[in-house]
Nanobody, 125 residues
Framework: VQLQASGGGLVQAGGSLRLSCAVS????????MTWYRQAPGKERELVAA???????YYADSVKGRFTISRDNAKNTIYLQMNSLKAEDTAVYSC????????????????????WGQGTQVTVSS
């Protein structure tokens, strides 16, 4: 199983980016998923999560600005990030977990089974 995140870059405050996480090696449908981030000197933070049934959760720090979505046909997870702030600067990574429970959202990064390499997001103020 491989997860490959992409789409990061340098953007000015107030700008937008869309991250993608391509998943290979499994059938995508019954997996919960998440995007998390880690900034230098800070703890890992789960920013958005989705149950296998499509329910979503967002950290307070990104609520209203970030949107997690999935395309099962493409085995890809997305994170649309709008109104970016300097404090959003971090390495963003994706993770997935097999879940037979369609309505369950997993809130802890270590609950997930597979993790991908991150993509750097830098927001200049």
């Amino acid at each position: 199983v491989q997860l490959q995140a992409s789409g990061g870059g340098l953007v000015q405050a107030g700008g937008s980016l869309r991250l993608s996480c391509a998943v290979s090696g499994l059938t995508f449908g019954r997996y919960a998923m998440t995007w998390y981030r880690q900034a230098p000197g800070k703890e890992r933070e789960l920013v958005a999560a989705m149950s296998s049934g499509g329910d979503t959760y967002y950290a307070d720090s990104v609520k209203g600005r970030f949107t997690i979505s999935r395309d099962n046909a493409k085995n890809t997870i997305y994170l649309q990030m709008n109104s970016l702030k300097a404090e959003d600067t971090a390495v963003y990574s994706c993770a997935i977990k097999y879940s037979r429970y369609s309505g369950v959202i997993y809130y802890r990064v270590f609950d997930y089974d597979y993790w991908g390499q991150g993509t750097q997001v830098t927001v200049s103020s």
